[in-house]
Each structure stands twice: as C-alpha cells, then as structure tokens.
C-alpha cells in the first residue's frame, strides 16, 4: 500500500519540452499533512494511518472531532483521510507528511470530488434546441417527451437525453 497526499486543485496552465511543444499541466495546492491517528492491526483490525489537512476553526467541528484532536494534541483540520500502510510503526501522530513521498513515484492515481452543477435545463446541459417562442407554446427551453408511453413505460436507466433526442431526430 502508497502513501498519499491531499491537495486542491488550482488550475491549468502549461509547460514547454525541449522541442517546444505545449504540455497540458494542473495545478493542485497541497497543504501541510499532519498524521492524526496511527491504526494498526491489533486495535482497529487494519493497518492505516489517518491524516489531517487544512486547518480549521473549532466552530466548524463537530464535539467527536475536536474531542479527537485535543486528545492527541493536534491543532484542528477541516479534511480528515485515511491511507492503508503496510508499517504503520513508522509513523506517530503529530509527524509531518511532506511531498517527498512522491519522488520517485513515475504513476499517480487521481481522486477527487467535482463541483455541483444544479439542476442544468436540457438547452445547457444537452445541447438541446429550444422550443417555439409563441405566446402559447409553453415549452421554450423544456426537452419534452423522452420516455415511451406505452411500453417500458419509463424512461430507460442510464440513457441520456441527448442519445434519445438524437434517436428522434434520425427517426423523423
């Protein structure tokens, strides 16, 4: 098992090679890491260890978190992970975790969480055109009917708007 480290995108921008070309790169801020909690096989049943980032003010904690960190003497983080360990003696609460781990790491495996979209209307989220724009049409930006009315009467799991309204399209 691979340590890890936490970190928040910034954005992209690009590096040059030596031949000039362009190299699409992301930006990510990675904040200190401080190891919050040391797990091993005998107390919890796995070997791990709990890392915390971003620090945090007491009013945005819970009583269980702040009761976590008071008792380990750690100042609060807002985001808590934990990374499974094969030696998990070899760390101890209150180490820091700096990027060194990845040195001579030549793969990296990327997870993260993407920002809510909303409700998105067909129009932006689909690419659908609209509607008549009458008086008494009623259905300016709305994708109308995307379902069959008889049978399976629904719309079927895992199919897009847009893959019906195309369905449509070639039919007409």
Known sequence: MTLGVIGKKVGMT???D??????????IKVDETVVT???TEETDGYNAIQVGTVASKEKHLTKAELGHFKKNGLSNYRHL????????????????????VLENVEKVDVTGKSI???FQG???RWNFGRGPMGHGSKNHREPGSIGAGTT??????????????QTVIKML
């Open 14 to 16: 690009q590096i040059f």
């Open 18 to 27: 030596e031949n000039g070309l362009a190299i699409p790169v992301t930006v």
């Open 37 to 39: 909690q040391v797990k």
């Open 81 to 100: 992970q934990e990374f499974r360990v094969d030696n998990p003696q070899d760390y101890k609460v209150g180490d820091k975790i700096e990027l060194t």
């Open 116 to 118: 809510g979209k909303g």
């Open 122 to 124: 067909t129009v932006k």
């Open 152 to 165: 399976p009467s629904r719309v079927i799991k895992g199919k897009s708007y847009f893959l019906l309204h």
